[in-house]
């Protein structure tokens, strides 16, 4: 089909593979810091008009079986879909990225977990 892009997912396939074998408390502190840091890059690549989308991302981790991120805007999902330079840019940084910022919050993970 016209316009589709094609992504390698075997590295972010092969981190979350890594990450299923560690402990239940070294997984959620994976994914804690996995979710900040791509929160940190969405603040700092949002498109800005105003400034409200680059200051409402979120990480909601209140649920002790997910961590949810987001951006709590009424036109946030219409600036992921239809941005024209930003678009499906959540989807794009998890699978160009993702994998290497799993490692890295592996690794810090790990440390912190033998003190």
Do not use: C
């Not at 603040?43 to 909601?60: N, W």
């Not at 992921?80 to 998890?94: A, D, G, I, Y």
Request: net charge positive.
């Amino acid at each position: 089909m016209p316009g589709q892009a094609k992504f390698d997912t075997a590295p972010l396939t092969a981190a979350l593979n890594r990450l299923r074998r560690e402990e239940v408390t070294v997984r959620r502190r994976t994914l804690e810091l996995s979710a900040e840091a791509i929160v940190g890059e969405a603040q700092f690549d949002a498109p800005v008009d105003t400034g409200l989308l680059k200051s409402q991302h979120i990480v909601d981790d209140s649920n002790p079986d997910k961590i949810q991120i987001g951006a709590n805007t009424k036109y946030a999902a219409a600036v992921h879909e239809r941005h024209p330079t930003k678009s499906q840019w959540f989807l794009k940084v998890m699978l160009q990225r993702g994998a290497n910022i799993m490692r890295k919050a592996l690794t810090k993970a790990l440390e912190e977990s033998h003190g």
